[in-house]
């Protein structure tokens, strides 16, 4: 089920967002590519991090440079549709997540890199369903972490 627009998200939303990303990223199925650091889409990501210079010049804000570089990755005309595609997992797309949580606790408030992490866990999640894979649920329980396996079409279980 993808996820509802960023702005009428609450903000305690993201981190549960990114976190379900993190354990959907190492449970994408066999079927995606795997790529290696040196031949992912998503090298730029890789740590050591930096936002591009000329981008940070030009837009005067570390998460519109970093969506400058995510719409290099992934296309413009996909940015605009809000239907973004990952072809491959490995290093670069946990790097991807990894960039997408620490400039999320830097600028919690910038709704640009709000509406890259939805956008990305739509992503993330349609894979799961073009393969008619179980998705794995993360929720926060009680300050415990509690997974649950579900279908992508069916609905979420909670406890």
Not at 11 to 39: M, Q, S, Y
Not at 127 to 149: A, D, Q, W
Request: with cysteine; glycine share 6%.
């Amino acid at each position: 089920m993808p996820f509802a627009p960023p702005e009428t998200l609450p903000d305690a939303e993201f981190d549960i967002i990114l976190t379900r990303v993190a354990l959907w990223i190492t449970k994408l199925p066999k079927e995606l590519p795997h790529r290696t650091e040196a031949n992912t889409a998503f090298k730029e990501f890789l740590a050591p991090f930096h936002p591009d210079p000329d981008y940070l010049e030009k837009t005067g804000c570390e998460c519109a440079a970093i969506g400058e570089q995510l719409e290099r990755v992934f296309g413009y005309q996909t940015r605009s549709s809000g239907l973004l595609t990952i072809q491959e997992q490995g290093p670069g797309l946990v790097a991807v997540h990894a960039v997408l949580l620490e400039y999320y606790h830097k600028h919690p408030s910038n709704m640009v890199h709000k509406k890259w992490i939805v956008d990305i866990a739509n992503a993330v999640e349609r894979i799961f369903m073009l393969h008619e894979v179980p998705v794995c649920h993360v929720f926060e329980t009680h300050g415990h972490r509690t997974h649950h396996t579900d279908y992508a079409e069916g609905s979420i279980k909670t406890q």
